[in-house]
């Protein structure tokens, strides 16, 4: 920690035993100001490895006479927003009190997070007078740099992206990929890339996301997670189980767990027979467990069938359909020991710290490798503990699927993730904001976008295909009831919004999840 203040390594020998293989070898690549992207397991502190030195320069760091945001922190989930949020309280105020011990007086760095539920007063604050370390997600990035407030990212230093895996194969990313190249050319300086991925494959798709066109240099330590899986089959014979009705598989909520409630046939309800006291005994001899699941309905079901045989809250329900204010009271709960347990859905898959978690329960195949071993790091979340995880499979098909899944976990072979290549109506909304910001040519928006490398390959008649049609110049009159948002003035070569874009971004920006809740018939 040679790179680190005084009172930095002071605070830190106090607290830890030693720095993680990652955040050794982390912090000799952010200290030198490469973009970095750190590859290590959950629970290995990751986090820590990016912010800490970030945090050492804003201490050692005069407060610039320039008011404005010097460490963006992105995140793909709200929830992890705020458990970031929190988790950095603790290392501020330790250096802070490590400081007045010493006899030395620090700056004071603050901590804002800005997403869609951040009240209007203290979105107000953050223009006027925002904090050192804005923690954010992806949408709300998008909209900062569309509004008033982009003024205060000009001075950002550091982005650090979290989860940066789940991000780079999704239209998601390639938004992000997009706002992270505008921000790039906002700044006074271009910002140091430091992305935060648990094991992937391969590298380089996550490499080249993150930095764009810029070098990327990957730390990735080889550490393989602690981890012990096993496959639990409730009943003495999966060949009498049925697979559920087509209405009841993953893609559909709404119908999950019919059989559970009176439908299908006795072999369906047997599972569920089975499988309830196995689970509310595991919760109870567990100290904290959370139990995931792959839909809404079925995480509401599950939870309330369980109550109801335990005759107590001993868990409640997690999900994406739930309030802001109420996860955090559940993860609060949890945390606290107040709660034994909590029945979720990917709301709770990525890096978010729930404390004392010792078992995670999957009931159906999670899917793939790289989901098991994400939901799995939630048990055992401190640096180098093992992480227990049981899959609970509901058919015969899905026990083998579990069954190769929960192997291929064990082994580390994880799924190859997958770049995503030019999604034209990401790069629409994208465009039409960048329009939004000033007019700008046809050859500025390509050199922008091009940086980022969902659409480094994009030729120029994609690209021109997809501003005539924004302009309103459409291939066909069967367009002709669709209203252009952009007008290009083609003697100056310049395109500029028309009135009611800028409403228009930001009242329909995103892209829309992956999730099959219905199906279409044709």
């Not at 990929?177 to 992305?195: C, H, K, M, N, V």
Request: proline letters at 6%; charged letters at 25%; one cysteine or more.
């Amino acid at each position: 920690m040679k790179d680190f203040t005084k009172t930095t390594r002071r605070w830190f020998a106090d607290t830890f035993a030693a720095p993680t293989a990652v955040q050794e070898a982390g912090w000799k690549t952010i200290a030198s100001g490469r973009n970095a992207l750190l590859i290590a397991p959950t629970g290995s502190g990751k986090t820590l490895a990016a912010f800490l030195y970030s945090i050492d320069r804003l201490i050692r760091t005069p407060r610039s006479a320039q008011p404005g945001v010097k460490v963006l922190y992105i995140s793909p989930l709200k929830a992890l927003v705020y458990d970031v949020e929190r988790n950095l309280r603790g290392p501020l105020a330790g250096i802070r009190v490590a400081a007045e011990t010493a006899g030395e007086v620090l700056p004071e760095v603050r901590v804002d997070v800005r997403t869609g539920d951040t009240p209007q007063k203290d979105r107000q604050r953050q223009r006027r007078d925002p904090g050192e370390i804005l923690v954010t997600t992806p949408e709300s990035l998008f909209l900062l740099l569309g509004s008033q407030a982009r003024e205060t990212l000009r001075t950002v230093e550091t982005v650090i992206i979290d989860e940066v895996h789940a991000l780079a194969p999704t239209k998601r990313g390639a938004h992000l990929a997009l706002s992270l190249e505008r921000l790039a050319a906002l700044t006074t300086e271009e910002p140091q890339r430091i992305g935060l991925s648990a094991t992937v494959r391969p590298r380089d798709v996550i490499s080249t996301f993150l930095g764009g066109d810029r070098p990327v240099e990957t730390v990735a330590t080889g550490e393989r997670p602690g981890l012990d899986i096993a496959v639990t089959v409730p009943v003495p014979d999966m060949e009498q189980v049925t697979a559920p009705a087509q209405a009841e598989q993953r893609s559909g909520p709404l119908l999950q767990l019919s059989s559970s409630q009176g439908g299908g046939t006795t072999a369906e309800r047997g599972i569920w027979t089975a499988l309830y006291p196995e689970l509310l005994q595991t919760v109870r001899e567990s100290t904290s467990t959370i139990i995931f699941v792959n839909s809404r309905g079925l995480c509401e079901r599950l939870c309330q069938r369980l109550n109801d045989l335990a005759e107590e809250q001993l868990l409640r329900a997690h999900h994406g359909s739930v309030s802001h204010a109420k996860r955090a009271e559940i993860e609060d709960a949890l945390k606290r020991g107040e709660l034994k347990g909590i029945v979720a859905t990917s709301s709770l898959e990525l890096g978010i710290d729930m404390g004392a978690v010792d078992k995670v329960i999957m009931v159906e195949s999670p899917g793939s490798v790289a989901r098991g071993l994400q939901r799995a790091g939630r048990a055992g979340h401190q640096v180098g503990e093992v992480s227990v995880a049981r899959i609970y499979p509901k058919f015969k098909a899905d026990l083998l699927e579990s069954a190769l899944i929960a192997k291929r976990m064990q082994d580390g072979a994880i799924e190859s993730v997958q770049a995503l290549v030019n999604p034209l109506d990401v790069l629409a909304q994208q465009i039409i904001a960048m329009c939004v910001d000033q007019p700008r040519s046809p050859d500025e928006i390509a050199a922008t976008i091009r940086r980022a490398q969902p659409f480094r390959d994009l030729s120029d008649d994609a690209l021109h295909a997809l501003l005539d049609m924004l302009t309103g110049r459409y291939p066909s009159s069967d367009f002709a009831d669709l209203r252009p948002r952009l007008s290009w003035d083609r003697a100056k070569d310049r395109i500029s919004a028309r009135r009611g874009a800028a409403m228009i971004t930001r009242l329909n920006s995103g892209t829309i999840p992956d999730r099959g809740n219905y199906g279409v018939h044709l």
